[in-house]
């Protein structure tokens, strides 16, 4: 971000400068201007934003992208979850059908959805954590 506001003076030393060196460096000088221009344009809506109230600001991208992820994750374990379910009951059910018995599909069914559960919130856990 900039630290001060840019000047008319600034903006006659970006041009004057622009044209007294080589080419190859202009396209660098440019842009160096623009993203001071930037930086503060940048700054002064944050500002402005700040003191309207009931304005909220957005999020950062790497927030938005870890939320998406996130839930995207927790569905696909719904979605596989099902039918991993519907498997679990079909087996116990063809294991006990000569045992006697029958409620070892509750078992079964609990674990995983245990697993899926807690399988969830470790990879939540490790994906939050901030990189090192």
């Given at each position: 971000m900039a630290s001060s506001r840019p000047t008319a003076h600034d903006i006659r030393a970006a041009a004057?400068?622009?044209?007294?060196?080589a080419?190859?460096?202009?396209?660098a000088v440019?842009?160096?201007f623009l993203d001071r221009i930037d930086g503060h344009i940048a700054a002064r809506v944050d500002e402005r934003l700040a003191?309207?109230?009931g304005t909220k600001v957005a999020r950062k991208p790497a927030d938005q992208t870890r939320r998406?992820?996130?839930?995207s994750v927790l569905a696909g374990s719904v979605i596989s979850g099902i039918p991993l379910s519907i498997f679990?009951?079909?087996?116990?059910r063809q294991l006990n059908d000569g045992a006697g018995g029958g409620g070892g599909w509750i078992a079964g069914l609990a674990l995983l959805w245990i697993l899926i559960i807690v399988?969830?919130?470790a990879w939540a856990g490790w994906y939050r954590r901030p990189p090192d």
């Open positions: 004057e400068t622009h044209d007294e060196i080419p190859e460096y202009q396209d440019v842009a160096s003191r309207t109230p998406i992820v996130l839930r679990v009951i079909a087996m116990s399988g969830n919130f």
